[in-house]
């Protein structure tokens, strides 16, 4: 079945040990997202990549990156991760050109972060 | 960042009653979206809105788009406990990358 897949489902880190997570999609969607959800709270987007276009938020730390080496790959890179950056990690991909009107994100299973 | 005004935060029913919850926001969207997400797992779809006043139903969920396009409801009949999860609300304004503007989730519990 098309998805969106995330590896690994459960990472650990050190605090300060780089990290990276990996996204991959079926769909040919040509956009992939990134978001970060901590608990009781609603997922917070982190960047996004329309094709090879980067997309960073604003509000975004330094310390997140991403790649998109191709149309079905995202990476999260976390350069020195910190306490508080414990979290789930949720990749999303859409597809605006196909569907402008109707387009809608569709989530991979996450990514649960732990850094110790 | 934005968040949209999500209510109840909360509930606890009983298996097979019937469960609304809302979304308003104070400016227009053009999509309104749905998801439901179990602990440890990420957002899954439920119903997508695209035409103010569109009213969707999918099994036994039911949704509207505001005619104001301001506001977004989700009904559940007779619940069931694998209705067990938090509901999200979402919003889209539309343009190139049509970001998501989260509700502040709904904690759905249903004691069998």
């Known amino acids: 079945d098309a998805m969106v897949i995330q590896n690994p489902r459960y990472q650990v880190t050190q605090f300060g040990k780089p990290v990276t997570l990996s996204c991959s999609q079926t769909?040919?969607?040509?956009?992939m997202y990134w978001y970060q959800q901590k608990s009781s709270q609603a997922p917070k987007l982190l960047f996004h990549?329309?094709?090879?276009?980067?997309?960073n938020e604003a509000d975004t730390p330094d310390n997140f990156q991403s790649r998109r080496p191709n149309t079905s790959f995202c990476f999260l890179d976390i350069r020195s991760p910190g306490l508080g950056d414990a979290a789930m990690y949720l990749c999303?991909?859409?597809?605006?050109?196909?569907?402008?009107?109707?387009?809608?994100?569709?989530f991979g299973p996450g990514t649960r972060l732990t850094v110790l | 960042g934005q968040q949209l005004n999500q209510s109840p935060q909360s509930m606890f029913i009983q298996e097979g009653e019937d469960v609304s919850m809302n979304c308003t926001s104070s400016?227009?969207?053009?999509?309104w979206l749905w998801y439901k997400q179990d602990p440890g797992e990420g957002p899954v779809l439920l119903i997508a809105l695209y035409k103010a006043g569109e009213l969707t139903s999918n099994g036994r969920l039911t949704a509207q788009f505001g005619i104001t396009r301001k506001d977004s409801f989700l009904n559940i009949s007779a619940s069931i406990p694998s209705d067990v999860g938090i509901y999200f609300c979402?919003?889209?304004?539309?343009?190139?990358?049509?970001?998501?503007?989260f509700g502040t989730g709904t904690l759905l519990a249903v004691q069998p």
């Open positions: 990549y329309y094709d090879k276009d980067f997309n």
């Open positions: 979402a919003g889209q304004r539309g343009g190139a990358t049509n970001k998501l503007i």
């Open positions: 400016s227009i969207f053009n999509t």
């Open positions: 769909l040919n969607h040509n956009v």
């Open positions: 999303a991909t859409s597809n605006p050109i196909a569907a402008p009107s109707t387009d809608t994100q569709y």
